[in-house]
């Protein structure tokens, strides 16, 4: 999948709040080393390189487009390709950071103990992932995808919701660290424009639908997509549109070395 840093950015300032309501919990004083797992375009990358302006700040991401936006935007940033999926820290670093990132992967209970791994004694990993797919946008998706000619193309696409329920993540990762943090947000965003959500998701889970989907086919499951999306997010009396957004936040520190079983 190709990814436009463009569609992406649109909803730029929405998106950046999780990251910054991760950050804030996150203790850290004088890290070494610091990875923005899933960087994007790197605008979280560059608050994290501000807030600890010391450390050694990298961001990971697999997506050529978006490093290629992020290097232009702070060039003194080191930004490599990386598969989240597969990537180990070596050595391990003090804040291993993922803002809206690991939801596209699969076996969070191989994942996170992994990544809490690569975490130095003393260390932290922070992890902000949405959880909205019993929502609306996603579950009018998935019908949308199902209800056309194009259902047996888009059918192999569709997954169900790969982010699980808070205390999954904490029976996954309590046992393994120091001190774990785990909260839940619903966001209500409030959009502007015709058909909102629609230009929300195009950036997002959408994506991955339009691509396969040829030129005569992607305008009728678009116009489809839309109508549902206007039926379950009308606008308001002011014309702006309520798009409630929820996300699961973790924050676990690594055991220190004199804690260490």
């Known amino acids: 999948m190709t990814w436009d840093p463009a569609t992406y950015g649109v909803f730029a300032q929405p998106r950046l709040r999780p990251a910054l309501d991760l950050m804030a919990r996150?203790?850290?004083?004088?890290?070494?080393?610091?990875?923005?797992?899933?960087?994007?375009t790197g605008n979280v990358t560059r608050l994290l390189a501000a807030r600890w302006p010391?450390?050694?700040?990298?961001?990971?991401?697999?997506?050529?487009?978006?490093?290629?936006?992020?290097?232009?935007?702070a060039p003194g940033?080191?930004?490599?390709?990386?598969?989240?999926?597969?990537?180990?820290?070596?050595?391990?670093?003090?804040?291993?950071?993922?803002n809206a990132a690991l939801h596209w992967l699969d076996d969070?209970?191989?994942?996170?103990?992994?990544?809490?791994?690569?975490?130095?004694?003393?260390g932290w990993l922070a992890v902000q992932m949405p959880r909205n797919h019993g929502a609306p946008s996603h579950t009018g998706m998935v019908a949308a995808a199902r209800s056309g000619p194009w259902a047996t193309k888009l059918a192999p696409l569709l997954r169900p919701s790969p982010v699980a329920e808070p205390a999954v993540y904490y029976d996954l990762l309590a046992p393994l660290a120091a001190e774990i943090d785990i909260w839940e947000t619903e966001y209500l965003h409030?959009?502007?424009?015709?058909?909102?959500?629609?230009?929300?998701?195009?950036?997002?889970?959408?994506?991955?639908?339009?691509?396969?989907?040829?030129?005569?086919?992607?305008?009728?499951?678009?116009?489809?997509?839309a109508a549902r999306m206007r039926a379950a997010y009308p606008p308001r009396s002011d014309g702006k549109t309520l798009f409630p957004f929820r996300r699961v936040f973790l924050v676990a520190r690594q055991r220190p070395l004199s804690a260490a079983p």
């Open 108 to 122: 969070h209970a191989a994942l996170l103990p992994r990544l809490l791994a690569g975490v130095a004694p003393g």
């Open 190 to 225: 409030i959009l502007d424009g015709a058909d909102p959500v629609l230009r929300w998701t195009m950036g997002t889970a959408l994506k991955p639908l339009v691509d396969v989907l040829d030129d005569s086919e992607r305008p009728a499951f678009l116009a489809d997509y």
């Open 77 to 98: 940033i080191a930004f490599t390709r990386a598969d989240a999926g597969t990537w180990r820290p070596e050595p391990p670093v003090d804040v291993l950071f993922s």
């Open 54 to 73: 010391a450390a050694t700040v990298a961001g990971l991401d697999s997506s050529p487009e978006m490093l290629a936006a992020a290097r232009i935007e």
């Open 26 to 40: 996150i203790g850290a004083e004088a890290p070494e080393r610091v990875v923005d797992l899933g960087c994007g």
